[in-house]
């Protein structure tokens, strides 16, 4: 297989990886979530940051009913790999209702793997958004 070919099967692969945290959040699949993640991953999000047991049993519960809620579409996303690490980003906007709120946010993603025991495990996540300006939000 030639560089070009490789590079695009890990792209490939890792935007894959990508979509199905996603997938697993809208589905409530907190247990399928969690495989993604690394035994150390760290989840950063609105100024804070979490261990995988604590995003497990403080966080995820609530994203799982925000994706399920709130229709979110990924744009300009992105993969990066450099020595068996590999790093995605990717612009979001939020938009629904969520506990009686309305939400309309745009947001970019990043996400840093490694492989693993021969699988890309998910190492860091940061997520960060803002509403945007607009006369709908409440």
């Known amino acids: 297989m030639t560089t ?81 690490v590999a790093w995605t980003t990717a612009t979001t906007r939020a938009q629904g209702n969520f506990k009686g709120r309305k939400i309309d946010s745009s947001g970019v993603e990043l996400i840093v793997l490694t492989k693993q025991d021969g699988k890309w495990r998910i190492r860091a996540i940061h997520w960060s958004s803002h509403a945007n300006k607009s006369d709908e939000i409440k």
């Open 4 to 84: 070009t070919g490789k590079t695009l099967l890990i792209a490939s692969a890792l935007v894959a990886l990508s979509a199905s945290s996603t997938v697993a959040l809208t589905q409530g699949d907190a247990q399928a979530a969690l495989m993604l993640l690394a035994q150390d991953a760290v989840i950063l999000e609105s100024g804070f940051t979490q261990s995988r047991e604590e995003y497990a049993r403080e966080h995820l519960g609530e994203d799982i009913a925000f994706a399920k809620a709130v229709q979110t579409t990924r744009t300009n996303e992105a993969v990066y790999y450099e020595a068996g």
